[in-house]
């Protein structure tokens, strides 16, 4: 049967109908931007650029600046990061290329499972067992070792940057692991067959082959942990040990704008003070914006962007 | 695909079964309100059992969850709850801006706790100015002379204080650092009252069980939290010296003290803040958590039920208050407040009370 | 590409296998920990009464998050009638047709912010849309800031997801007269059925954990919920305040709700990865 050349109605529903919903993201987005623009009004207004590099946080006298949450974020998050992705990535090529598939299949159900633990119970388990071990293992042997670097100075209090950092990593390994692994299993068998025909070893094929072949999946794997790395709340409140200052050290507190968030927005009644948080949220949208920016830049110097086409 | 469907359809039927699984709708049930208030943490645990009690009593429903002073004044403000509650105490221009009335419903004490090895419950002895000087961490180690000299007795190991405070903002601090406030020239000009404030020294904690676990796990710490959670996890209080210069333990009877000895016809809004009271027996960290509510209220029915419920929490309420380590308002108090909902409270042009 | 030995070759290869099974045994490892803490201090809460009674305040015993537990699977199945469908329709539209669209560049760059939204900016977002504006705290609003939450996960997961599946596939179908609507639902949905549903999945398990968007929205209830439309039980606020109050009776419910839910969304997990192969 010949296909009308005007595109059949059905298509043209679908198509709407699907647009329709990408609208929705953005509107929803575009609404959240407003929201938090409205809201942070006075604050903006009252001050002005100096807010992004202030380190003051006084809500009795109602002077207030972002610089240690930001600083909070984004260090907790690039820890997170740094020891995340390449988990993730490696665990995901185990459970693709090298289990034996029930094993991939077990291992990579436990995986899904650290993503359904609340974060909530992350930040219990961070504070109860997690920050104690740190402090009593960890923090010392590192003050040891690597003392010398500013990075690992100070008193081993378990509750800190480093510690929020690995809890971190936990919660978005699962996340960006699950993906990693599902982008890896579209690799269709005859592209791998064909680099093992060529004699290969199988981390050979996998970096040559497969990987490249679903870089685009793999990409929007870290973006989804990245994005719940900054956004995470509950389980860095607890262990972060909300300090607003900035310190050199990994073991010193710090926090971060979704803990101070979390910590002060139910408390906060003066105007000024719910303003200055709402410019927090502000903040750490235009900081979302500029990691994933600076990312996808990245990615085209390197030669790979997001559109691979099959 | 047909097993997908048979599976949501058999989803999609438990969803409706279950969204009718709770109704125990009988008749009565179904023209009770349900009270709906929310707001600070501190009087969570007595504003539920209240409700408890007395929905068992009359079936009438009242939600009360912890969102936090700010949230409960937030809430009222905006009128999605009927009843907000607050630590702290709103400034009477601000009420009436607000068009909301404030009265005390119930009274705890904050309670400085420490983890210093060797010093068992209740003997550490501090007076309010070393009690700010270490918060301001002026004094930094537990055998500092000015601590020795407050407690001769005591063999104090050379080990560094530890602070730890709330990073939540909380109406505990706002108690706590309200004391400071008034005890110290130097707290007064650095810090200041308030839910959240700029620390001098130390570590933040979430919530009073944060401090609790942080104070336990190290060694020379010290923090504050409420009455119930020093007791629930049998930490280490000290002893305060009060403004008549005695030094006395947190117990029921010494919050009580503090709240009798104060003047509630004087203040205005009934703003009032119980910290540094008068009296031989009185606790120095004791605050009252007050309730919210419009002037004018949109449902007369529910007001009403409203306010009977306040009502027999006050003549009622109060052996369940000092089981869970609260202090009931003293009787003469509650008169004042009952004669303020009959002057204040209106409802349809008409009055709610008596 | 380099010419080098076969035996480097072979030993670069044993050393990512060896690096790769080292790194599944430390997430292994980090996984049974939480889980083996999780069930110490939860499986003890664990009782008749904590699965079928209401909550009761501190000091009475025989209380349960049994209400709690409807209110937030009532919730979590709302939020994900709506974005499930919302999500895969829109990660369609960023496939299929948005190669060139400069509508669907902006989508996926407004998808990639929404995930990195703080879940607390959701419920306040939510609260000033639903709550403020109904004048009360609803369930309904707690199922839509949860739907908001998943939108952007099951969108971009299905967008990749389908995006892995190769042209060829597509123009073959096409090539047999199939319309576009019936190449995608059909041929192309079921290549990438797999990791579609992992993206479902995600974002259940993401929102099951979930407390900050709830508190402003559905905020909680000791009771039953009666309907949709006033403050509605859950069980992640319910851990909250449990967690953080001074009752070990409280506490040990809290752990005990974390591990239901947990073990619930294992559950759904691997039953709906059951009944996916089962329709293979």
């Not at chain 1, 071990?133 to 500013?150: C, E, H, N, R, S």
């Not at chain 2, 650092?177 to 009252?193: F, I, P, Q, R």
């Not at chain 3, 849309?129 to 997961?157: E, N």
């Not at chain 3, 239901?260 to 559950?267: E, K, N």
Request: proline content about 5%.
């Amino acid at each position: 049967m010949p296909r009308s050349r005007r595109q059949p109605k059905g298509d043209r529903v679908f198509k709407h109908v699907s647009a329709g919903c990408a609208v929705i993201l953005l509107a929803l987005i575009a609404g959240v931007f407003f929201e938090l623009l409205h809201g942070s009004g006075q604050s903006l207004a009252k001050f002005g650029a100096r807010f992004v590099v202030s380190r003051a946080w006084d809500p009795v006298t109602q002077e207030f600046g972002a610089a240690s949450s930001i600083f909070g974020t984004v260090v907790s998050t690039a820890i997170a990061m740094v020891l995340a992705v390449p988990v993730s990535v490696v665990i995901a090529i185990l459970l693709v290329e090298l289990a034996h598939p029930i094993v991939s299949r077990v291992v990579g159900t436990g995986i899904e499972l650290l993503a359904a633990i609340p974060s909530i119970i992350y930040g219990m388990w961070g504070l109860f067992v997690f920050a104690p071990f740190m402090a009593t293992y960890v923090q010392p042997a590192l003050g040891a070792k690597l003392g010398f670097l500013p990075l690992f100075q100070g008193p081993p209090m378990g509750i800190g940057m480093l510690t929020a950092g690995i809890i971190l990593a936990l919660m978005v390994l699962p996340f960006m692991c699950a993906a990693m692994r599902d982008s890896l299993a579209m690799v269709p068998a005859v592209v791998k067959e064909s680099a093992y025909g060529m004699g290969s070893t199988t981390w050979e094929a996998t970096r040559r082959v497969s990987l490249r072949y679903c870089i685009s999946g793999m990409v929007g794997a870290v973006f989804l942990g990245l994005g719940r790395a900054l956004g995470e709340t509950m389980a860095v409140t607890f262990v972060i040990g909300n300090s607003h200052s900035i310190s050199a050290s990994l073991f010193a507190p710090g926090n971060s704008i979704a803990s101070t968030l979390a910590n002060e927005f139910a408390e906060a009644s003066e105007p000024v003070y719910v303003s200055a948080l709402m410019e927090l949220g502000l903040l750490l949208f235009v900081l979302t914006f500029v990691f994933q920016a600076a990312a996808r830049i990245w990615l085209r110097g390197v030669g790979l962007t997001e559109r691979v086409e099959g | 695909m047909r097993r997908a469907m048979v599976l949501g359809l058999i989803i999609g039927l438990s969803l409706v079964a279950l969204a009718f699984s709770g109704q125990r709708a009988t008749a009565e049930d179904r023209s009770q309100v349900t009270i709906n208030g929310a707001g600070a943490s501190f009087p969570y645990p007595v504003y539920s059992r209240w409700a408890f009690d007395y929905q068992r009593l009359t079936g009438m429903k009242l939600n009360y969850q912890s969102i936090g002073s700010g949230g409960g004044i937030a809430q009222i403000k905006a009128k999605t709850v009927n009843f907000g509650a607050s630590d702290a105490p709103m400034k009477p221009d601000e009420l009436r801006e607000a068009g909301l009335i404030q009265f005390p419903m119930i009274i705890g004490g904050v309670v400085p706790v420490i983890n210093v090895k060797g010093i068992a419950p209740g003997q550490l002895r501090l007076t309010s100015s070393l009690l700010a000087d270490i918060f301001l961490g002026r004094v930094t180690t537990w055998d500092h002379p000015a601590i020795k000299d407050t407690n001769p007795s005591l063999s104090l190991p050379k080990v560094a204080i530890t602070v730890i405070h709330r990073a939540d903002g909380s109406g505990t601090t706002w108690i706590f650092t309200n004391y400071l406030d008034k005890v110290s020239t130097e707290w007064h000009e650095k810090v200041g009252t308030g839910k959240a404030v700029d620390w001098p020294v130390g570590v933040g904690a979430k919530g009073n069980e944060g401090v609790a676990v942080n104070v336990q796990r190290i060694n020379g710490g010290i923090g504050y939290v409420e009455y119930a959670y020093a007791l629930q996890n049998k930490m280490t209080h000290a002893l305060l010296q009060n403004r008549a210069g005695k030094f006395v333990a947190p117990t029921n009877g010494t919050f009580q003290a503090a709240a009798a000895n104060a003047d509630w016809e004087k203040a205005p809004g009934y703003y009032m803040v119980l910290t540094d009271q008068p009296g031989e027996q009185s606790w120095p960290i004791t605050g009252a958590s007050f309730i919210l509510v419009h002037k004018e209220q949109p449902e007369k029915a529910r007001a009403v039920a409203m306010l009977k419920f306040f009502d027999w929490c006050y003549r009622h309420g109060a052996k369940a208050a000092k089981d869970l380590h609260y202090v009931a308002i003293p009787e003469k108090v509650f008169t004042l407040v009952e004669k303020t909902w009959e002057k204040e409270l209106s409802a349809d042009g008409g009055t709610l009370w008596p | 590409m380099k010419a080098r030995s076969l035996r480097s070759r072979r030993l670069v290869d044993r050393a990512v296998k060896a690096l790769s099974v080292s790194s599944a045994l430390v997430g292994l490892v980090a996984l049974g920990w939480i889980l083996y803490e999780v069930v110490k201090r939860g499986i003890g809460a664990f009782n008749l009464d904590f699965f079928t009674k209401a909550a009761t305040p501190p000091g009475v015993s025989g209380g349960g998050i049994a209400n709690a537990l409807v209110g937030t699977l009532l919730m979590t199945g709302l939020a994900t009638i709506i974005a499930a469908p919302l999500g895969v329709l829109a990660g369609v539209f960023l496939a299929e047709f948005g190669r060139r669209s400069r509508l669907a560049a902006a989508a996926r760059f407004a998808s990639n912010a929404l995930i990195g939204v703080p879940s607390i900016i959701v419920g306040l977002f939510v609260y000033g849309l639903l709550v403020v504006t109904t004048g009360g705290f609803s369930g309904y609003a707690g199922a839509a800031a949860l739907a908001m939450i998943m939108l952007p996960i099951v969108a971009r997961t299905a967008e990749d997801m389908l995006n892995l599946v190769p042209d060829s596939l597509r123009e073959s179908a096409l090539a047999l007269g199939a319309p576009r609507w019936r190449t995608t639902l059909g041929v192309v949905f079921r290549a990438a059925k797999s990791g579609m549903l992992t993206g479902v999945l995600l974002a259940i398990a993401r929102i099951s954990g979930e407390t900050a968007p709830l508190l402003f929205t559905a905020l909680n209830s000791p009771y039953w919920s009666r309907s949709l439309a006033e403050p509605t039980p859950n069980l992640t606020v319910t851990i909250f305040n449990y967690a953080m109050s001074p009752y070990h009776e409280w506490q040990r419910m809290a752990w005990g709700a974390s591990l239901l839910i947990t073990a619930g969304v294992l559950v759904i997990t691997v039953s709906a990865r059951a009944l996916l192969r089962g329709n293979r």
